[in-house]
């Protein structure tokens, strides 16, 4: 089945740095991959997705990369802010969701 | 659009009685709906998928006797954690989808079973 591996596992930037989380996953099948911010105590949201015919995608501060040939993809986020505080979750999709064990992303004032 | 709403967001409760956690998605007709469990510090773990109108398919390790999901309408599913023990004291996440692969998350049920 899909495995999906996230690094790094806990990540502090400056406010106003960049901040880049990356995964890789095993089933070159999978075809579908989502991003979810999870703020403590709360259900994760989606914050950005890419479908395996894109490279790239980008809202705003937020961009995702994707590498089939690698089978990686990466979440950026730039100008980071406080509010980007969070645990982010990578996660490949080919019949169901397989989630990465996460990122913890602290915003260093 | 697509929001997805948990009651209740917290709950206590004595060992050995049941506990019902709803999932509704509000603005948008679900024909699957999945539940997640979390543990501190741990990714989401899926425990099963509903279809509606059908049977929940368990993962595997998951005791579908022990977790009743029923998923009566587009809008609606339950899960009942039946018998509830203190090493079901957890975080309960449900997701829905509208047929296509997104999956939109509740804002999660903190059951205590004490």
């Known amino acids: 089945g899909e495995n999906v591996e996230q690094h790094p596992s806990t990540l502090s930037v400056q406010e106003g740095d960049s901040a880049v989380i990356k995964c890789t996953y095993s089933d070159s099948a999978s075809n579908y991959f989502p991003w979810y911010k999870q703020e403590l105590g709360k259900g994760p949201q989606l914050i950005i997705d890419?479908?395996?015919?894109?490279g790239e995608k980008k809202d705003q501060r937020i961009a995702v990369t994707l590498n089939k040939t690698a089978k990686h993809f990466s979440l950026h986020i730039t100008e980071t802010q406080p509010e980007d505080s969070a645990v982010y979750f990578c996660a490949a999709t080919l019949d169901k969701i397989i989630f990465g064990k996460g990122t913890r992303l602290h915003i260093l004032p | 659009g697509a929001v997805v709403s948990q009651h209740p967001s917290r709950v206590i409760c004595k060992s050995g009685t049941s506990v019902k956690i709803e999932c509704r998605s509000l603005?948008?007709?679900?024909?699957?709906m999945f539940w997640y469990r979390q543990f501190p510090k741990q990714s989401l773990m899926l425990m099963a998928t509903?279809?509606?109108?059908?049977?929940?398919?368990?993962e595997q390790g998951v005791e579908k006797d022990k977790f009743l999901i029923n998923h009566a309408s587009l809008t609606l599913s339950t899960l009942t954690v039946t018998s509830a023990h203190p090493e079901d004291s957890s975080f309960y996440i449900c997701?829905?989808?509208?047929?296509?692969?997104?999956?939109?998350f509740g804002p999660g049920t903190r059951l205590l079973v004490l």
């Open positions: 603005d948008f007709q679900a024909t699957t």
């Open positions: 509903s279809n509606e109108g059908s049977k929940a398919t368990y």
């Open positions: 890419i479908r395996s015919n894109v």
């Open positions: 997701s829905a989808s509208d047929g296509g692969e997104t999956q939109y």
